[in-house]
């Protein structure tokens, strides 16, 4: 009965019925089509799917394997939980642009040729720019604006990659290319979505801003999005397992800096996704088994971590552990949720991130220096993310911050539905192994091991001890390579408004002549949109006549 139905469908669906529907209605089309979504992506078999004729070229928007069904089960999963935790929330642009967000995500995974995948590829980026400017200030709009023109630039590279791989006859769906030519432009291209350092303050900086249900949704999306790209397309790359590497490092150290609730959290992805992209580039079967459930179960726990810190905003409005303190007793539930978030995505037995890290760890036993230093960050996320932030926020103290709102019962039931999905996971391993792209064998429930995650565990906390004085919650603002986008911003804002205004003098001058010397009105140009659209254009009908070759 599933046969040719894409899972992207329910959530197209009820993105047009968004647009129209009466609040009472728009605010349970998210869950009901991501648990829609979720029922496709399960029974939907396996092989390529109907054929669509675009403007002549024949497109395969839907490609089913183990990898592409892992991706879209949980982005469905996700999904749904985002539409409850979202239940409250009335604003139309919400609920278009996440369904949206979640239709491009699941037509990312289960592509069947580059160009369908680079138009799901750049529908994400703007649905998500809507999530970000969802936040409804001036903050989160001026971050949408970088956001765009930061997925733009690398959406360009990724165009122009494919462009270039299909001139040179490969092949139309996506799959292994070298990292060499065609397969660089391609590569940066993903590597903005996944965040890699340098190419990462983005995430830091337009996450925080969305609205709490937005930022569910962002955390899911555009990264693991495109550790699948690199998983499908660069499996076994070398470069990428230093690139990883440097991801976990940087992201748990600017975390462990940061006072911002959900820039903490936004570190955090940075150096979970790293693990995703050594793994990747060690290429073995247990590695890219290792990737696509720590990419399966960072969903999970991410997105249960952001639902507790929306939770905290929305009740007290506010966002600073500096200006937090003595919740656990005010929200004893979101307490609850928020540890197991928090012990999930610090690796501790019994939770999903233990499974998904110990994978990773375990294909990278070969090479001891990658182990170690993956080892390391994760010290460095329990200091953070399973010490640092509940006891500042949480912890009784000086500061007890009055409640200014309830938390709603829909936001409370989605942390409880992915708090479950977490404990499940952890218990039962093999719920997770069956989804994984080849045969799992691997038990990581060893004495030894779970002995050496508890004493990893424990060393941390003394040392987290040891150093609380030192981490009493001074308000800063971090500074990452935002400092560099700002100065290179201004210089080329400076550059482009120069030449725009050169070329709008000439091209005046040119038409006052043509019509006999009378002036004209004044004009605005937008001749840089101008060559974009062109450039753009010119791009996809390169990709359409390579695939007519």
Known sequence: MTDGLHPALPLLLGAGLAAVAPRSVRRLLLPAAGFAALTLAWWVPEGGGVLVILMGQPLSPLRVDALGRAFALVFALVTALAGVYALHVERRRFHVAAATAAAAGQGIVLAGDWMTFYLAWETLAVASFVLVVDGGTPRARAAGVRYLLVHAAGGACLLAGVVWHRVLDGGAAPGLVEATGPGLLILLGVVVNAAVPPLHAWLTDAYPESAPAGGVLLSAFATKAAVYALARVFAGADLLVWAGVTMALWGVVFAFLEDDLRRLLGYHIVSQVGYMVAAIGLGTPLALNGAVAHAFCHILYKG??????????????????????????????????????????????????????????????????????????????????????????????????????????????????????CLMLGVAPSLLYILMPTPVDYAPYTAGHVRETLELLLGTAIGFVLLRPSIAGAATITLDFDRVYATVGRWVRQRVAATTAATARGIEALAERAVGGQPLAPARASAPVGYAILLTLAALALLIAAGAR
Request: aromatic share 6%; charged share 10%.
């Open 304 to 421: 249960l971590l952001f639902m507790a810190t929306g939770a905290v905003i929305h009740a007290t409005g506010r966002r600073r552990l500096s200006e937090l303190g003595g919740l656990a007793a005010a929200l004893p539930a979101t307490f609850v949720f928020y540890m197991v978030g928090a012990l999930s995505i610090s690796g501790a037995p019994l939770l999903n991130g233990f499974v998904s890290k110990s994978l990773v760890l375990a294909a990278a036993h070969d090479t001891p220096a990658v182990q170690g230093l993956l080892t390391l960050a994760s010290v460095g996320t329990f200091l953070s993310i399973g010490l640092k932030l509940p006891v500042l926020a949480f912890g009784s103290g000086a500061r007890t911050v009055p409640l200014v709102r309830r938390v709603p019962a829909g936001m409370l039931a989605a942390m409880g539905g992915a708090s479950l999905l």
